[in-house]
């Protein structure tokens, strides 16, 4: 299975500002989910985009994926402190026999500044 | 169910000893997940099973790890004479076959190996 590749690796923001993460990948997809990791905990799911979607929305966040550059990005709105996180991006493959099991890259560090 | 549960939290260990992770997904979960996870990095694929059927393992795993899910309900991580090397978070997650939802995560076991 591929990992997705999370840009920029750390991002530092005020409260109260947009941040933007971005991803990308190398093969066909059928779908791409977006976790959220707090320092020393599990990661928990935020959202999950399929290969026919190309926005979708969750509260304060917005993912877009665009297939053909191979790309995603996940936009949080008005954040606050407690988005302070490690953002990880994985792309679920669409054919073969191991695209049972996501794999992670290494993340992108998000502090938001109060 | 409230959701994944590890135990333990927190593992220190020496040098040589060995230890046994505990995992309990969500209950009409049939797929199990580990996953291992050192400072700054995301979290690395160790295994996975489909109700009590492993049906994959690392390459990156070494004999001295075993993991089992009798009766496809919790699950068990095994590291024998542990090393150095081992200290990182043991994270497990559960999912539906089709992973609508994503993957849910357990808080992780942090194991220290002095």
């Known amino acids: 299975s591929q990992q997705g590749e999370e840009d920029p690796q750390a991002l530092s923001i005020q409260e109260g500002e947009n941040a933007t993460m971005n991803c990308s990948y190398k093969?066909?997809?059928?779908?791409l989910q977006w976790y959220r990791q707090n320092s020393g905990r599990g990661l928990v799911h935020l959202i999950l985009i399929r290969s026919n979607e190309r926005e979708k929305h969750s509260g304060r966040l917005r993912v877009t994926l665009d297939t053909s550059k191979k790309s995603s990005s996940l936009l949080i709105t008005a954040s606050r402190a407690a988005d302070t996180a490690s953002y990880f991006c994985?792309?679920?493959?669409?054919?073969?026999?191991?695209?049972?099991?996501?794999?992670f890259g290494k993340g992108t560090l998000l502090t938001v500044n109060p | 169910d409230t959701g994944v549960s590890q135990d333990p939290r927190h593992k220190i260990t020496k040098r040589g000893q060995n230890v046994t992770f505990r995992c309990d997904p969500i209950?009409?979960?049939?797929?199990l997940y580990w996953y291992r996870q050192t400072l700054g990095q995301g979290p690395e694929f160790l295994t996975y099973?489909?109700?009590?059927?492993?049906?994959?393992k690392s390459r990156l795993l070494s004999d001295r790890f075993s993991a089992e899910r009798p009766k496809g309900s919790f699950s068990t991580l095994e590291i024998q004479r542990t090393e150095q090397g081992d200290s990182a978070m043991y994270l497990c997650?559960?999912?539906?076959?089709?992973?609508?939802?994503?993957?849910?995560f357990g808080s992780g076991t942090r194991l220290t190996v002095v």
């Open positions: 994985a792309p679920r493959e669409n054919s073969g026999g191991s695209n049972y099991k996501l794999t």
């Open positions: 997650a559960s999912s539906l076959t089709r992973d609508l939802s994503g993957y849910t």
């Open positions: 209950s009409e979960h049939n797929r």
């Open positions: 093969t066909s997809i059928n779908n």
């Open positions: 099973f489909q109700n009590e059927a492993q049906l994959e």
